[in-house]
Nanobody, 126 residues
Framework: QVQLVESGGGSVQAGGSLRLSCAAS????????MGWFRQAPGKEREGVAD????????YYADSVKGRFTISRDNAKKTVYLQMNTLKPEDTAVYYC???????????????????WGQGTQVTVSS
């Protein structure tokens, strides 16, 4: 069955860094676009970043541009999110997701992503 397992979350002070990983299994990883989303308490899930099948195209939310970097390793079936210069407003549960929809990729539309992980908590203190 499809599995997406996130890791790397934790607590960090503002200005710090974290690297999230998401290991995939049960589907053809290299044929799917991958994305990272986050959800803070009381807020809707929002797109953070996503990446094309070969890693050549990426999209970012304005709030994380220049601070976060998404990447993937198709041989390891893993997608990463390097988060630098973290801010308290980055505090959320972070989810990785997979889609075959080019529209969902281009728009970071959560509704178009078909497979989801369970999430990993990221807490940034001021």
């Amino acid at each position: 069955q499809v599995q997406l397992v996130e890791s790397g979350g934790g607590s960090v002070q503002a200005g710090g860094s974290l690297r999230l990983s998401c290991a995939a299994s049960g589907f053809t990883f290299s044929s799917n676009y991958m994305g990272w989303f986050r959800q803070a308490p009381g807020k809707e899930r929002e797109g953070v970043a996503d990446i094309s099948t070969d890693g050549g195209i990426t999209y970012y939310a304005d709030s994380v541009k220049g601070r976060f970097t998404i990447s993937r390793d198709n041989a390891k079936k893993t997608v990463y999110l390097q988060m630098n210069t973290l801010k308290p407003e980055d505090t959320a549960v972070y989810y990785c997701a997979a889609t075959s929809s080019n529209y969902a990729l281009r728009t970071l539309w959560a509704g178009g992503f078909e497979y989801w992980g369970q999430g990993t908590q990221v807490t940034v203190s001021s």
